[in-house]
């Protein structure tokens, strides 16, 4: 009987991709969001210091913001503001609901609305939290989304290397982020 030798090295090839994908598939730690947010000390203006790039920010390019403002009804209003490419500026209206009562941690954001009714919400969680909020960090559960915010359009290299620590201790990776311009 004949046998291709590459027939042989069918199985050992096999074991070598299971190996590797295996090896890909590593868990990261979960993403954990500080014990406690006082929404009324989060409250106002926050300077984008960083950001993982996604599509609906493409167009900014300096000078992001974004300021909160607490509702009567529980929800928080949110405004975020960008410098543009052509000099404008460009903004976006929407609407936080509190997920998790306990810590206030865990929000969600809408920026779609239909007559009031909003159908698209986006997990927002505090993950980072400077303990006289000088900054935060805003993560996402899937890690697809994060934001470094400051309360001024710079932050200190201590406080930045501290942000960076916290996201790898909840698996992001520092070269996902890119510095935003003031």
Known sequence: MVVNHHLRLLPLLFTVSLTACAAAAVERPAVTTVRAVDLARYAGVWHEIARIPNRFQRQCVRGTTATYSLRQDGDI?????????????????????????????????????????????GDYWVIGLDEDYRWAIVGHPDRGYGWVLARTPTLADDALNEVFVILERNGYARSAFEMSRP
């Open 77 to 121: 209003d949110v405004v975020n503001h960008c410098g543009v490419e052509d000099g404008g500026v460009d903004e976006a209206r929407g609407v936080a609901r509190i997920v998790d009562l306990m810590s206030r941690a865990k929000l969600q954001v809408s920026f779609v609305s239909f007559f009031g009714w909003r159908p698209f919400w």
